[in-house]
């Protein structure tokens, strides 16, 4: 099994370009042999909290329907983060597109202080993906400041647990601690995507990671900058390999 974290480094307010970004991305990382590929928070806009209203996707958008179409022909289960307006609630969410399947969209439970104002807190769905021999959770950011998250993921024998995030310098220390711990205390592999670059005007941290079920970090980004954390399971061993395109 090969998955993989991007560290993208998002266009402000240019949706077009961002999805250039991803079609590269998602190529380059089923050139490698990935399975699977995450995105960071709200990865198809950036991190645009007041501009959500006027930036928003909506169920089954044609602006994605290329990613669709990569994720037939290369065999790759896209998650790409976005705005995403359901009925008449916006939220921040997750495409998930797996191959030969139906679009799925997974919503941000648990809002950092200030999105309120823009989004609605999403549901707990108990949403799964099955690949391989792994059952694994999504999170997006502040979904992971809350131990009940991880904890309901590990009730649903959950084996990798996948966190979307956009952190600042100030932020990633507390989100790897609390990331590493999951993974030991839940016995589950831990593996985090986060933006490489600006976005909302704040730099992010960067420092995407892959963790084992016993804690043990198997490779990350030491910074910032774009490109791909790859990480293969061996029998029962995992491996990385970072892609550095920027």
Request: hydrophobic share 35%; proline share 3%.
């Amino acid at each position: 099994m090969i998955i993989a974290a991007t560290q993208t480094i998002p266009k402000k307010q240019n949706t077009q370009e961002n999805l250039e970004d991803h079609y590269r991305l998602v190529n380059l990382a089923a050139d490698h042999g990935v399975q699977l590929i995450v995105f960071p928070e709200m990865s198809l806009t950036g991190y645009e909290r007041e501009k959500a209203s006027e930036l928003y996707f909506i169920e089954n958008d044609s602006r994605l329907d290329k990613l669709r179409n990569l994720a037939n022909t290369r065999k790759i289960t896209i998650l790409a983060g976005a705005p995403i307006l359901l009925e008449s609630d916006l939220y921040i969410g997750m495409f998930i597109l797996e191959p030969q399947k139906a679009e799925r969209i997974y919503t941000k439970q648990y809002l950092h202080d200030g999105e309120e104002i823009s989004f609605t807190p999403g549901r707990n769905h108990g949403l799964l993906i099955n690949l391989d021999d792994e059952i694994i959770s999504v999170a997006i950011c502040a979904d992971i400041t809350n131990p009940a998250h991880p904890a309901r993921a590990s009730a649903l024998d959950t084996t990798l647990y996948i966190a979307s995030i956009f952190y600042t310098p100030n932020g990633i220390s507390k989100g790897i601690s609390d990331l590493q711990t999951y993974a030991t205390v839940f016995n589950m592999n831990v593996l985090m995507s986060n933006f490489g670059g600006t976005s909302y005007g704040m730099e992010s941290a960067g420092k995407s990671t892959f963790w084992n079920n016993d804690g043990t970090v198997v490779g990350g980004f030491e910074g910032t900058g774009e490109g791909l954390l790859i990480v293969e399971k061996e029998n029962k061993s995992w491996k990385s390999t970072i892609l550095k395109t920027s």
